[in-house]
T-cell receptor
């Protein structure tokens, strides 16, 4: 099983709403990532969790709050977003933090988020 | 600063032709170079990857050519098919790092 599952697939939220994106993998991967992707652009790294600890936060606004409850789950909590935050949010996982070995990253199908 | 430069931005190829996408990097610490294929509305899927100890890797119709001295690598898609129409991203990572650096993407259209 090389699947990274993201829910929901689509999300429309108002600027005052609070919502969460979920990501799950059962490959035993200990590194999990959140990326943001705008149309026709490459994925932009937001957060990296390594062994359930936040290891990289790429200067992401505090209205995005990641959480890694266990080695299989990754959440992204959203609050007071802006219309420019509308994008495809991608979760990925890899076998080990990249310091130890180069391993492939598997991406989920993404959550298409629209902020109105 | 873009760590990995990718060209062309878009590419149109006839069915059966060869599609070639090029990437270049500066950081010699990079030691893993994957290519991802992405269809509209989907997440990127790993297509093929190479490490700098080899100059070429082939999987089916997809080949990566790697030139360590020039710090360049390219994806060749032989016998291109309409189903190959997608956006392709090259990427690079380093053992000492904790993230992938993506190229800017190439939109490939294969016309019947």
């Amino acid at each position: 099983d090389t699947e990274v599952t993201q829910t929901p697939k689509h999300l429309v939220m108002g600027m005052t709403n609070k919502k969460s994106l979920k990501c799950e993998q059962h490959m035993g991967h200990r590194a999990m990532y959140w990326y943001k992707q705008k149309a026709k652009k490459p994925p932009e790294l937001m957060f990296v969790y390594s062994y359930e600890k936040l290891s990289i936060n790429e200067s992401v606004p505090s209205r995005f709050s990641p959480e890694c409850p266990n080695s299989s789950l990754l959440n992204l909590h959203l609050h007071a977003l802006q219309p420019e935050d509308s994008a495809l949010y991608l979760c990925a996982s890899s076998q080990a933090p990249l310091q130890r070995m180069n391993t492939e990253a598997f991406f989920g199908q993404g959550t298409r988020l629209t902020v109105v | 600063q873009q760590q990995v430069k990718q060209s062309p931005q878009s590419l149109i190829v006839q069915k059966g032709g060869i599609s070639i996408i090029n990437c270049a990097y500066e950081n010699t610490a990079f030691d893993y170079f994957p290519w991802y294929q992405q269809f509209p509305g989907k997440g990127p899927a790993l297509l093929i990857a190479i490490r700098p100890d080899v100059s070429e890797k082939k999987e089916g119709r997809f080949t990566i050519s790697f030139n360590k001295s020039a710090k360049q690598f390219s994806l060749h898609i032989m016998d291109s098919q309409p189903g190959d129409s997608a956006t392709y991203f090259c990427a690079a990572s380093m053992s000492a790092g904790n993230q992938f650096y993506f190229g800017t993407g190439t939109s490939l259209t294969v016309i019947p």
